[in-house]
């Protein structure tokens, strides 16, 4: 760690060298770079070629090169983004100084309005205009399809299960996406798609691999998230697509037949050579740790650790997305029911984990108030994870101070 010359210093495989500035403060050591005020943009690496950039001098197309994390732990943007305006936005609301960039740039795609256009100024509806979410969109739908003939061929046993094989397009949606903070932007622009089994099953994956990550788990176990995910919902196959899509309320026979896919998904899985988390998963996504869930009516512990985490990717989806017999739900009505019931149904630390990161990807999203007033979300209350402050004009509304008022879309 210590180096023989005051300007340089070694931290892991980093050899950094520090251009002298004045008024240094005894704070700016190597090992406290991220908490350091003032830009120092004039420390770089000389193995990897990085560098610190003050918050303030963030640009679109720099290349996070570490992991940036809030002073409590919490991750704000992945290594390896390719940051755009929302992510500097996201950053900046942070109370971080300084984050590591790679020395070379790469492009982004501009998100503005093409000549011509007479879309309003919000980001969800600049976003959907992009190039990259138009791209998306075409391959998520693309791969539900492929998804589809895959599961009724293992239904049929006509192929073997590879798992590896089957979440590949997994991964291939991540890099599309910009990596774990891009995944939400795009998954919350695709509501209206009413597919409840296969997009569904490519949306619950990604959702639980990035909740495993940042609920920091061993790579092992995110790519078996990842996997339990894609597969949880796999004994829908053997459920009639008339109780799938029946847009009428099921009758009670058709509910108890519905709930038999966790039985059947299981049965089909039990004794294939996959990781056993992956075959729990499909048969415990439904259990909550209230005992209340099925078919088990397992209570806290007695439920697999990866099918807690796929549960609460399910329920989000599930209810954000538009289903054949409702629209989808605000994503903060859905905050609202898990900062209500979170803790006795759902695994604490997967729950907490999840309300606390996906709530800051809506930082700068554009919402609708219960009020009908139109504004950005500007901050997040960490006390009320459903009731940030938005600015509507010039006035900054306190939803956790506005007890009548809510937020009812994101627009
Ligand atoms: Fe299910």
């Known amino acids: 760690m210590a180096d023989d010359a005051d300007s340089k210093s070694v931290v ?21 770079f991220f908490i350091v005020k003032n830009a120092i943009s004039l420390i770089l690496c000389y193995n990897c070629l990085m560098k610190l ?20 732990d ?6 390896d983004t390719v ?27 501009k998100k503005e309005d093409k000549p011509g256009s007479d879309l309003p100024p919000s980001y969800s509806e600049k976003l959907r205009n992009t190039e990259e979410f138009i791209k998306f969109k075409q391959h998520i739908e693309d791969y539900s399809e492929q998804l589809e003939e895959s599961f009724k061929m293992l239904a049929n046993e006509a192929i073997p299960l590879d798992v590896d094989k089957l979440t590949e397009p997994v991964y291939h949606l991540f890099v599309e996406a910009g990596g774990t903070a891009g ?51 796999i004994g829908k196959m053997f459920i009639p697509s008339e109780i799938l899509n029946k847009k009428q309320k099921l009758t009670e026979y058709e509910q108890k037949a519905l709930k038999e896919h966790v039985l059947k998904g299981y049965q089909l899985v039990k004794d294939k050579d996959i990781d056993p988390h992956i075959k729990n998963t499909i048969l415990m996504h439904h259990e909550l740790r209230d005992g209340s869930g099925y ?21 989000y ?48 999203n554009r919402v609708m108030l219960s009020n009908g007033k139109v504004g950005d ?8 994870l459903s009731k940030p402050t938005v600015k509507c004009g010039d006035e900054f509304i306190d939803l956790a101070h506005n007890k009548g008022l809510s937020i009812v879309s994101v627009i």
């Not at 979300?377 to 009320?384: A, G, L, Q, Y």
Request: charged share 20%; with cysteine; glycine share 2%.
């Open 12 to 32: 892991g495989n980093h050899v950094w060298v520090q251009v002298p500035l004045p008024a240094l403060n005894s704070k700016q050591s190597a090992s406290s």
């Open 53 to 72: 950039v003050s918050v303030d001098k963030l640009i679109p197309g720099m290349v996070v090169s570490e992991n940036v994390y809030t002073l409590d």
């Open 74 to 79: 919490r991750l704000v943007m992945p290594k």
């Open 83 to 109: 940051l755009n305006e929302k992510d500097i936005e996201r950053i900046k609301s942070y109370s971080l100084y300084n984050i590591f960039v790679e020395e070379e740039m790469k492009t982004v795609a």
């Open 183 to 233: 995944i939400f932007d795009m998954l919350h622009n695709l509501r209206d798609n009413s597919d409840a089994v296969y997009m569904h099953s490519l949306n619950v994956s990604l959702i639980s691999n990035t909740l495993a990550t940042w609920m920091k788990l061993p790579e092992e176990m995110i790519s078996v998230a990842t996997a339990a995910g894609l597969l949880h919902d």
């Open 295 to 315: 078919p088990l009516h397992l209570r806290n512990d007695k439920i697999d650790e990866i099918s807690s985490i796929v549960t609460i990717a399910n329920v």
């Open 317 to 364: 989806d599930n209810l954000t997305s538009k289903r054949v017999f409702r629209d989808p739900i605000c994503p903060f009505i859905v905050l609202e029911h898990f900062e209500q019931n979170g803790l006795e149904k759902y695994e604490p630390n997967a729950i907490m984990t999840f309300m606390g990161n996906i709530v800051n990807t809506f930082i700068t």
């Open 377 to 384: 979300i500007v901050f997040v209350n960490p006390d009320h």
